[in-house]
């Protein structure tokens, strides 16, 4: 009996190979699935005509594609929380949302580099009107739903983030004033405005004291955006005014309420940090960061035209120059009344709006 337990040994490890072979025929091993990214890129660069100078620069740009196309799937498996909703129970959602758009080739520091715009060459912040803390405000506002904000614009590579801005807000004091909503000219800034850069980027102050030392700023029609510096329209910039402007004023600094009580009477432009992949790639839900509360750092001018809440967390409302593919439809939702005082983003460090 001894002598055959060699031979029973065997025979068991030879059915449990032939086991275990069974069972990987039937489950062959998972197989990563194939790399679509060159598709993938393909067919983005199809989407927004996008063409290189070399074969050497198209293989950069698919590598930097690539990367943030990863890091946007790895940002998104991060975001979900469950609240509770209502009557409904826990409810999984979505706080921020990252996609990809017509930036994906570029790295965050190009990408700021050449979308942004704000220069803080001899920048000294503005006296601050203070607003009565007794003055009216509404729970919420969204100056959209009232005619007074035109469609979102895109400022090309051009730094002009600036007049983007400055435009917007003087768009929409014009609309809530005369009841007319008119698209104005961010390109009579760019050609006209001495104390900006033009396309090397400029200041919101120097914008909208420019445009109220002249009386008004003419209409995006009569004056067209073309994304280059030109030469001032003179006439235009004198005499050719679709809304007239008489001066501007400063929000009190890192105080958002007097900032919420600014943007109850009328859209009032603020400067952000916009450095950050998560800001290039906002897609939607309520922005808390990561970006930098620093004045120091911030570099794009945009306008935030309501406020509200969702889930019980209060946002401001923002309108941003980079087109509607970006964001939620062109806007960004930055988180309100946050614990640091210069705002999500430094938002808080610098807003204005035009008076008229």
């Given at each position: 009996?001894?002598?055959s337990?060699?031979?029973?040994?065997?025979?068991?490890?030879?059915?449990?190979?032939?086991?275990?072979?069974?069972?990987?025929?039937?489950?062959?091993?998972?197989?990563?699935?194939?790399?679509?990214?060159?598709?993938?890129?393909?067919?983005?660069?199809?989407?927004?005509?996008?063409t290189?100078?070399?074969?050497?620069?198209?293989?950069?740009?698919?590598?930097?594609?690539?990367?943030?196309?990863?890091?946007i799937?790895?940002?998104?498996?991060?975001?979900?929380?469950?609240?509770?909703?209502?009557?409904?129970?826990?409810?999984?959602?979505t706080?921020?949302?990252?996609?990809?758009?017509?930036?994906?080739?570029?790295?965050?520091d190009?990408?700021?580099?050449?979308?942004?715009?704000?220069?803080s060459?001899?920048?000294?912040p503005a006296?601050?009107?203070?607003?009565?803390?007794?003055t009216?405000?509404?729970?919420?506002?969204?100056?959209?739903?009232?005619?007074?904000?035109?469609?979102?614009?895109?400022?090309?590579?051009?730094?002009?983030?600036?007049?983007?801005?400055?435009?917007?807000?003087?768009e929409?004091?014009?609309?809530?004033?005369t009841?007319?909503?008119?698209?104005?000219?961010?390109?009579?800034?760019?050609?006209?405005?001495?104390?900006?850069?033009?396309?090397?980027?400029?200041?919101?102050?120097?914008?909208?004291?420019?445009?109220?030392a002249?009386g008004?700023?003419?209409?995006?029609?009569?004056?067209?955006?073309?994304?280059?510096?030109?030469?001032?329209?003179?006439?235009?910039?004198?005499?050719?005014?679709?809304?007239?402007?008489?001066?501007?004023?400063?929000?009190?600094?890192?105080?958002?309420?007097?900032?919420?009580?600014?943007?109850?009477?009328?859209p009032?432009?603020?400067?952000?940090?916009?450095?950050?992949?998560?800001?290039?790639?906002?897609?939607?839900?309520?922005?808390?960061?990561?970006?930098?509360?620093?004045?120091?750092?911030?570099?794009h001018?945009?306008?935030?035209?309501?406020?509200?809440?969702?889930?019980?967390?209060?946002?401001?409302?923002?309108?941003?120059?980079?087109?509607?593919?970006?964001?939620?439809?062109?806007?960004?939702?930055?988180?309100?009344?946050?614990?640091?005082?210069?705002?999500?983003?430094?938002?808080?460090?610098?807003p204005?709006?035009?008076?008229?």
């Amino acid at each position: 009996m001894a002598s055959s337990t060699p031979y029973l040994v065997l025979l068991l490890c030879l059915a449990s190979l032939l086991q275990q072979a069974s069972l990987i025929a039937a489950n062959p091993p998972h197989e990563p699935p194939p790399d679509d990214s060159r598709e993938k890129f393909a067919k983005w660069a199809t989407k927004y005509a996008k063409t290189y100078p070399s074969h050497e620069e198209e293989e950069k740009r698919f590598g930097i594609f690539k990367d943030n196309t990863n890091q946007i799937g790895a940002f998104r498996a991060q975001t979900s929380t469950t609240v509770v909703v209502g009557g409904f129970g826990p409810q999984t959602i979505t706080t921020v949302r990252v996609g990809m758009n017509r930036f994906g080739d570029l790295q965050a520091d190009e990408f700021a580099q050449q979308f942004t715009g704000f220069n803080s060459t001899g920048f000294i912040p503005a006296e601050p009107s203070i607003i009565p803390n007794h003055t009216w405000k509404p729970c919420c506002v969204d100056w959209r739903s009232s005619g007074a904000v035109t469609g979102v614009k895109f400022q090309g590579s051009c730094l002009s983030c600036w007049a983007f801005a400055s435009v917007a807000a003087i768009e929409g004091m014009n609309k809530i004033r005369t009841g007319e909503l008119v698209s104005l000219s961010e390109q009579e800034l760019v050609d006209c405005d001495s104390g900006s850069s033009g396309c090397g980027g400029g200041r919101v102050d120097t914008a909208l004291a420019l445009v109220a030392a002249r009386g008004g700023i003419t209409s995006e029609s009569d004056y067209p955006y073309s994304g280059f510096n030109g030469k001032c329209d003179v006439d235009k910039l004198l005499f050719d005014h679709d809304a007239s402007v008489k001066g501007f004023k400063a929000v009190p600094i890192n105080d958002e309420s007097q900032l919420e009580l600014a943007v109850a009477q009328q859209p009032v432009t603020v400067y952000v940090d916009a450095s950050t992949w998560q800001f290039q790639f906002y897609s939607g839900g309520i922005f808390r960061g990561p970006c930098s509360g620093d004045p120091a750092k911030v570099n794009h001018a945009i306008t935030i035209v309501g406020y509200c809440e969702e889930f019980g967390e209060k946002f401001w409302l923002a309108k941003n120059s980079w087109s509607n593919d970006w964001g939620e439809q062109g806007y960004i939702k930055l988180a309100k009344d946050v614990a640091w005082p210069t705002g999500t983003c430094a938002l808080a460090s610098s807003p204005f709006y035009p008076t008229a």
